[in-house]
């Protein structure tokens, strides 16, 4: 069985994100593969500065990074009905990258969030800005972690059978996104 890459990318900079410990259990559920998350922490988009500077470096790497993956997870929080303006800001950089990561590569998108709905709405959005690099973004199961305060336990491990159900589900219709 071939170890595919996978890049994560968590929509929060915060350390001991629930969004990044969603994305270390989809990595974990999707079993043999390499896994590492990408780095967002970046600039705020700004064409005056790109236009004195170019593209930073570290925008590059992101781009490579993702453009090396066999496939993409992204985890948002929920912020006003949104995902994360850490997430937008990235996705505008790498749209400036020469690097193209994205085209037809598979997609997995999910959300924790701490209301009752999990980052649903964020996640539409999400989607949404996703259309115009034309990935293969998988339609489900869709992955909403809500009152993500409580969904993890002390070592970082999602908690309740649906959730992890769920998640391999899609970890395994990755998985064959991917082989096909």
Do not use: C
């Not at 990044?20 to 922490?41: C, M, P, T, V």
């Not at 912020?79 to 990235?90: D, I, M, V």
């Not at 395994?172 to 096909?180: C, E, T, Y």
């Amino acid at each position: 069985m071939a170890t595919y890459k996978l890049v994560g990318i968590s929509g929060s900079l915060r350390k001991g994100s629930h969004n990044s410990l969603l994305l270390a259990e989809a990595a974990r559920l999707f079993g043999d593969a390499d896994y590492s998350e990408a780095d967002i922490n970046l600039p705020l988009y700004n064409a005056d500065d790109e236009e004195a500077h170019g593209v930073p470096a570290a925008v590059d790497a992101l781009a490579q990074q993702l453009a090396d993956a066999d496939a993409i997870l992204i985890s948002s929080p929920e912020y006003n009905k949104g995902p994360s303006g850490a997430l937008k800001n990235a996705f505008d950089w790498i749209s400036r990258s020469k690097v193209k990561p994205w085209g037809d590569k598979p997609v997995a998108v999910m959300s924790a969030a701490a209301g009752r709905a999990g980052g649903e709405r964020a996640q539409m959005v999400l989607r949404g800005f996703l259309v115009a690099f034309r990935p293969r973004i998988l339609q489900g199961p869709e992955i909403h972690v809500a009152a993500s305060h409580e969904a993890f336990d002390e070592h970082g491990r999602l908690k309740g059978e649906m959730y992890i159900k769920e998640l391999t589900q899609l970890m395994d219709a990755l998985r064959a996104d991917i082989k096909a």
